[in-house]
């Protein structure tokens, strides 16, 4: 009779350590699920994309866009990554011989709102465009550009601005094929738009 009181004894005790607040694992539960929507939303009040965007048409065409995604590390440094592609068609008006081409590529930057308007941007991209240190038509290269620069940030409204950007390449390759803004100055201008997505 001991022995059956003794393990039933063992068995009621094993199975209160077994037993568990159903209301304390609901509310923890609760908890975890809060903090989660609580880091979506952050992440998405940090992140923000935009770009630029240019178009002619006519006996030039040119489409140019550049898209990018960035993320806010602190309230006034972000960093991300950039995409770009650049078409470029022109007709001559005496034979009507077409010449096109096209670059593509992408890099990363990071910049600095010190003050509200102000933005300092330091960014290395990679292009993929026409070669035209040779002598084939059809060649192709990769051009790296380091640049840095300084702009301005317009506010838009809530979490959106437009910027305009002053940038120096100091790698300064013969095949860049982004547009000077002076013939024989590696300075480029960069114009577009920026949404916050929180």
């Known amino acids: 009779m001991k022995k059956f009181v003794f393990i039933a004894f063992v068995f009621v005790s094993i199975a209160s350590f077994g037993q568990y607040d159903v209301d304390s694992i609901e509310e923890e539960e609760g908890k975890e699920k809060k903090e989660k929507n609580l880091s ?9 994309v935009g770009g630029e965007l240019s ?5 030039r065409t040119y489409l140019f866009i550049a898209p990018i995604i960035g993320y ?12 770009m592609y650049q ?13 096109t081409s096209h670059a593509y590529g992408g890099g990363v930057f990071a910049r600095l709102r010190p003050i ?3 933005l300092l941007q330091t960014e290395f991209n990679l292009y993929n465009t026409d070669d035209y240190t040779t002598s084939f038509v059809g060649d192709r290269t990769n051009v790296p550009a380091l640049m840095a620069g300084l702009g301005y940030a317009g506010n838009m409204g809530e979490g ?3 910027q305009i950007l002053l940038m120096y390449d100091f790698i300064d390759d013969f095949n860049m094929p982004l547009p000077r803004l002076f013939p024989n100055f590696p300075v480029y201008i960069k114009y577009g738009f920026v949404f916050h997505l929180g």
Do not use: H, M, W
């Open 87 to 99: 078409f470029f068609r022109s007709q001559n008006p005496f034979n009507g011989s077409v010449a």
């Open 55 to 59: 178009l002619l048409f006519g006996n």
């Open 72 to 83: 806010d590390i602190t309230p006034k440094f972000s960093a991300g990554v950039s995409g």
């Open 116 to 118: 509200k308007p102000l």
């Open 40 to 48: 979506l939303f952050e992440l998405r009040k940090r992140t923000y």
């Open 160 to 162: 959106a601005y437009y």
